[in-house]
C-alpha cells in the first residue's frame, strides 16, 4: 500500500519549466545566440552540471553559460516575486487530499534547495511537505537514483510503499533504478517510446492521482 508520495516539481508542480524556456530564449534572442525548442526539451529534468556541459557542447566551450544563466535566474526571480510561482491544475487540491489521508509527500528537484523554498514560499505550500531534497544535496543527479533513494529513506518507507510523479525523462529513469513506481504526468514534451516500459502509469494532470490513488488501493493494485 502507497505511504509516500514524492514530487518532482519543475514542469511537474509548478509551470517553471515553460516560464524558463521562454525567459532563456528572450534572453538568448537579445545575445544574438538562437535556441530551437527542442534543445530545452534535452534540458529538461538535467543538474546544473549537465545543463552547462550540453550548453557548451551545442553552442561552443566559450558559450557564456554561469553568466546567462544567473541573468535568467534573476529574470525568474522578478517573475515569481511579481505574479506569484505558476502553481500547475490540480496541485492545491491533491496536496489536501494527501494531508487528509494521512500520506507522506516530499519534493525531489533538480533544483537547489533554495529555489524549492522559494518556490513553495511563493505557492503558499512551504509547510506541507514532510521533506524536501534538492540536487545540491545529492552526489549523483538523475537520472541516478540517489535523490530518491535518500527520500524513502527519510520518509521511513520502503521502496514498495513510495510513488513517485516526475514529467521528464531523467527523473523517471531515476524512480525506475531506484525500484520506486512512478507516474507520469507530461509537462513539455511527450516521452520516448522506450520510457513507458518504466512506468506505471501515465496521467494526463494532477487532477487525475486521487482517483488512481483511491482505484490503486482497493484493488491492492500498489
Sequence with gaps: MIKAV??????????????????????????????EDDFFDRMVGLDLEATKEAFKEDYGQDFPYLKMREEKNELLKEYVEQKGVPVKEGLREIIAYLKENEYLTAVASSSHRDRIEFYLESAGLKDEFDYLIGGDEVEKSKPNPEIFLKGIKALGVSR???LVLEDSVHGIKAAAQAGIRVILIPDLVEQAPEVEELIYKKLKSLKELKSELEKGNKLKSF
Design 6 to 35: 514524492i514530487f518532482d516539481m519543475d514542469g511537474l508542480m509548478f509551470d517553471t519549466e515553460r516560464l524558463s524556456k521562454e525567459l532563456w530564449q528572450q534572453l538568448a534572442q537579445k545575445k544574438g545566440y538562437n535556441f
Design 160 to 162: 514498495d510503499e513510495a
